[in-house]
T-cell receptor, first 116, second 115 residues
Framework: AQSVTQLGSHVSVSEGALVLLRCNYS??????LFWYVQYPNQGLQLLLK??????LVKGINGFEAEFKKSETSFHLTKPSAHMSDAAEYFC??????????????FGKGTKLSVIP | DVKVTQSSRYLVKRTGEKVFLECVQD?????MFWYRQDPGLGLRLIYF???????EKGDIPEGYSVSREKKERFSLILESASTNQTSMYLC??????????????FGPGTRLTVL
């Protein structure tokens, strides 16, 4: 069964500091990996995704993530945090249902706070 | 601009009521999903549909049913609402029946309170 672990339900960083949100996964199918962001009172928005090819993936708003197969990780980083980055972030991995359909398994989320 | 819309942003219902949550997408997507989101638990899949009139149970289908009569519309039904179904409900859609890497597009969510 597929699973996603996000280390740290809450992360606080100072404005301008490095953002690092951790995600580890387990998957029995080739892992396709996603990071989503949720701003207060909104739905989820895709930040970036890894499918195949280059393991360093760049997304919107200056975020990037690196797929490391040997570590089963897909950590999200941003060099310099901005106040507008305060949100909840979800890591997700493709999973295969019993009927053979693809769906996403999400982590529990990490709430990012940015301190001025 | 792609869009997934949900019929209500906020809903208050009483225990035992039948509740309908509607979701519409305008992207001609084959797949549609219903999740519930609770603090500390992330998103949990309730049901999904990969074609009209087709449905598949997710991780927590108990107490819920779904209907997909048209490609663009996916309804979540709470036959007899209970207080433990108070939650944020998110609808999503994605392209392709067999593609494993197509992103899901989310609606804004419906915050349901059952009294």
């Amino acid at each position: 069964a597929q699973s996603v672990t996000q280390l740290g339900s809450h992360v606080s960083v100072s404005e301008g500091a490095l953002v690092l949100l951790r995600c580890n996964y387990s998957s029995s199918v080739p892992p396709y990996l996603f990071w989503y962001v949720q701003y207060p009172n909104q739905g989820l928005q895709l930040l970036l995704k890894y499918t195949t090819g280059a393991t360093l993936v760049k997304g919107i708003n200056g975020f990037e993530a690196e797929f490391k197969k040997s570590e089963t990780s897909f950590h999200l980083t941003k060099p310099s945090a901005h106040m507008s980055d305060a949100a909840e972030y979800f890591c997700a991995v493709t999973s295969l249902s019993g009927a053979g359909s693809y769906q996403l398994t999400f982590g529990k989320g990490t709430k990012l706070s940015v301190i001025p | 601009d792609v869009k997934v819309t949900q019929s209500s942003r906020y809903l208050v219902k009483r225990t035992g009521e039948k509740v309908f949550l509607e979701c519409v997408q305008d992207m001609d997507h084959e797949n549609m999903f219903w999740y519930r989101q609770d603090p500390g638990l992330g998103l949990r899949l309730i049901y999904f549909s990969y074609d009209v009139k087709m449905k598949e149970k997710g991780d927590i289908p108990e107490g819920y049913s779904v209907s997909r009569e048209k490609k663009e519309r996916f309804s979540l039904i709470l036959e007899s609402a209970s207080t433990n179904q108070t939650s944020m409900y998110l609808c999503a859609s994605s392209r392709g029946q067999s593609s494993s890497y197509n992103e899901q597009f989310f609606g804004p969510g419906t915050r349901l309170t059952v009294l």
